[in-house]
């Protein structure tokens, strides 16, 4: 089974409109840690925002925010306010803590911001 | 500080020959990651380190690559014989795990890798 499920392949937001990229995961460790990841054009990999398994509030960097729905093991990246920069693939990450610290990463969304 | 460093930014050679890139990680981590990316596959991981251990390296693809972390502060991977299917961009990241910190993955600009 896969670790890390995102199935969207691509999305389209306008500018200044709010979106969400869907991520599911698959544990069955206690302790984890989820991860979101962009990729623009130019190729580097740039950390957005981290959610820890035991963390009881939703992560928020800045337009980032994770909507964490551990019941369901979800773990959607909402960017708010959309900006053409953003147009990007973004991955979503986890870390197990069991399996050596061993990372996942899902497929990718990639994301186009229309002004 | 500096960030994870990788070596050569760009490589183009030819089938068959022998192909290694280089990766200094972050000062202070203890994990040390190779990833490939292509268009067909996405993002694999190929094999990771923990305190220069190699503990997972089920995805290097077959006894032609191999890779080693012979101190804290460097890892090479080489490709030998180099086939065209191994063009890719390989990225190397490194992290740090200690509670307090979020332990996320920080990643080279990678190397972008083309065999005739």
């Known amino acids: 089974a896969q670790k890390i499920t995102q199935t969207q392949p691509g999305m389209f937001v306008q500018e200044k409109e709010a979106v969400t990229l869907d991520c599911t995961y698959d544990?069955?460790?206690?302790?984890?840690?989820l991860f979101w990841y962009k990729q623009p054009s130019s190729g580097e990999m740039i950390f957005l925002i981290y959610?820890?398994?035991?963390?009881?509030q939703n992560a928020t960097e800045g337009r980032y925010s994770l909507n964490f729905q551990k019941a369901r093991k979800s773990a959607n990246l909402v960017i708010s306010a959309s900006q053409l920069g953003d147009s990007a693939m973004y991955f979503c990450?986890?870390?197990?803590?069991?399996?050596?610290?061993?990372?996942?990463f899902g497929t990718g969304t990639s994301l186009t911001v229309i002004p | 500080d500096a960030g994870v460093i990788q070596s050569p930014r760009h490589e183009v050679t030819e089938m068959g020959q022998e192909v290694t890139l280089r990766c200094k990680p972050i000062?202070?981590?203890?994990?040390l990651f190779w990833y490939r990316q292509t268009m067909m596959r996405g993002l694999e991981l190929l094999i990771y380190?923990?305190?220069?251990?190699?503990?997972?390296d089920s995805g290097m693809p077959e006894d032609r690559f191999s890779a080693k972390m012979p101190n804290a502060s460097f890892s090479t991977l080489k490709i030998q014989p180099s086939e065209p299917r191994d063009s890719a961009v390989y990225f190397c990241?490194?992290?740090?795990?200690?509670?307090?910190?979020?332990?996320?993955?920080?990643f080279g600009e990678g190397s972008r890798l083309t065999v005739l």
């Open positions: 990241a490194s992290s740090r795990r200690t509670s307090g910190n979020t332990g996320e993955l920080f």
């Open positions: 544990t069955s460790d206690q302790s984890y840690g």
């Open positions: 959610q820890g398994s035991y963390d009881e």
């Open positions: 990450a986890m870390r197990e803590p069991n399996t050596g610290n061993q990372f996942y």
């Open positions: 000062s202070g981590h203890n994990s």
């Open positions: 380190f923990n305190n220069n251990v190699p503990i997972d």
